[in-house]
């Protein structure tokens, strides 16, 4: 970290040395002590122990430290109204580099200078706040890190990032490739390191850290296993049965998540299962839900649970992968939605301890059969649920979720009272009902696109071709006036090509898409053929070979 001022350098001075006094204090025991003896033989001089090799500590989280022109800092903003009206003023420009504006959709109606720079062009040019710059030849990306990567090593990028000054930029995914770009452009990136957020990904330190917060996972056992029996082995010392889940740490739930309840299904996953870390779970009767907070220098504030759409075949070829979200006020039951929140500022309070601070998700279980809440995955960015949250955050009157993740990475004070806002945010009347999907290409067909729904809004159309027409303009869903409108973001565009498990578009409309039973709503199914009814293919020939690689969908919850 930058040292602003001499006094700040002092400062870092001392706590290093007083940690190295705790360290030492720590470290010397009895048998550390020399013990001074008479004696008539000729003294032996004695070489010095060598010093014992130093343990890494935890960094310790504190807020950052400001030096202002003048030397007198401004007064801290207190409360929503003064940081709304900070944001509405705000002169740092803020980037938002990924491949599509999809997760941070509509920040820019709160935030002054909050710009995207993305790979796909979702709106033809008419969003005033989006640059996408011109692909000459365009290349074909494994991760999104690959893609803002590519953006940040653009000259059109490079070129606009300088011309506005600088600023920070905000990530889906980044890597240190990412943070060098971003440094040489002049941009500082509003996120922990990347490698502090990478150890924190994986499956098995999330689960090692929640059960230290007093979070619990479903029963399982950690350890690796090269046979069938191997794995059966390793669950029997934890007594979790044989009908298994079993991950592997990182990836999309729906590619590294294992259903093993039997030698065939074993042999189906082998290949990706040997070799690695896992995570060896009972299996359970559950209902997945996800919640986002933001861990921040006052406490960790909590946004709204949300149930999950996971593994339709109307909507991705990936079982068990997520593919949309439902807010609503009723999401699981009182009792389960408490110990979520409660869950996640406790988890928020030990991810400070590492030294992560901003804006994180955690996916939760709710055992149908024993009433128990269970910690599923850490997710320790902004996430595809984020739209929800957001959106969501406005019909609180409050202000995004996101804002308070933005605060953490400018060069402001601020006061907020964290308690009384969870509080608010925890009561069922303040949440509005909203719901999203993200669709995928589903079927087992590859063909090149010649004409694609655009972006904005559209209406359920009984008349219309496919049940659906064209509304209106828009660059996002604040407008949405009923459930029979919805905001369509397009993916996939005239000219590119359809694939198992490309990703077509996502769609955002009020009230629910999933039923209490866990079956999509005939609204939802309504919607899904309707867009998908939108698009005109036609077959390529035998020797022409689309640019795509074997259909692999990006992480988990991304887009």
Known sequence: ???????????????????????????????????????????????????????????????????????????????????????????????????????????????????????????????????????????????????????????????????????KAVFLMFDGETERLAREAGLEVAFPPAELRNRLDSKIVTTQLGDEAGVPSVPNILGHAATYEELLALANTRGIGTDLVVQTPYGDSGQTTFFVASVDDWDENEGKIVGQELKVMKRINCREAAIEGVITRHGTLVGPLMTELTGFPE???????????????????????????????????????????????????????????????????????????????????????????????????YEVDVAELNAGWAQPSAIDEWAQFILKDTADVVELITEAPRSGIWKLDPEAHGGISFAREATDWHTIASEDEAFYLRIAQAGGYRYPGADIGILVTRGRLQTDDHELTDRARTWINGIKRQFLTVPIGKDEAPPVREPEPFSFKML
């Open 315 to 413: 909507l991705t070829p990936y079982g068990g992968g997520w593919c949309g979200n439902d807010v609503f006020a009723g999401a699981l039951s009182e009792e389960h939605r408490l110990q979520a929140r409660a869950f996640t500022q406790q988890m928020g309070d030990r991810l400070r301890e590492e030294g992560y601070r901003g804006y994180f998700e955690l996916d939760f279980l709710a055992d149908m059969d024993t009433g128990e809440m269970w910690l599923g995955e850490l997710n320790p960015r902004v996430t595809g649920a984020s739209s929800m949250t957001n959106v969501t955050a406005v019909a609180y009157g409050d202000m995004p979720l996101f804002l308070f993740h933005l605060l953490e990475f400018l060069d402001v004070d």
């Open 1 to 167: 970290m930058k040292a602003r001022t001499l006094a700040l350098l002092g400062i870092v001075l001392a706590l290093i040395g007083a940690a190295a006094a705790r360290l030492q204090r720590r470290r010397t025991t009895a048998t550390d002590v020399p013990v001074a003896t008479e004696t008539a033989v000729a003294p032996v001089v004695v070489e010095p122990a060598p010093e014992p090799e130093p343990v890494p500590e935890r960094p310790v989280y504190a807020p950052p430290v400001r030096a202002f022109a003048g030397g007198a800092a401004p007064a801290p903003l207190r409360g929503i109204s003064e940081i709304r009206r900070f944001f509405r003023t705000n002169r740092t420009p803020i980037w938002f580099v990924s491949a599509t504006p999809f997760n941070l959709l509509g920040i820019d109606r709160w935030v002054r200078n909050f710009s995207y720079l993305n790979y796909y062009d979702s709106f033809d040019g008419s969003h005033p706040n989006v640059f996408v710059p011109e692909h000459v030849a365009p290349p074909t990306f494994d991760s999104i890190e690959e893609i803002c990567n590519y953006l940040l090593g653009h000259k059109e990028v490079i070129d606009r990032v300088k011309a506005s000054g600088g600023g």
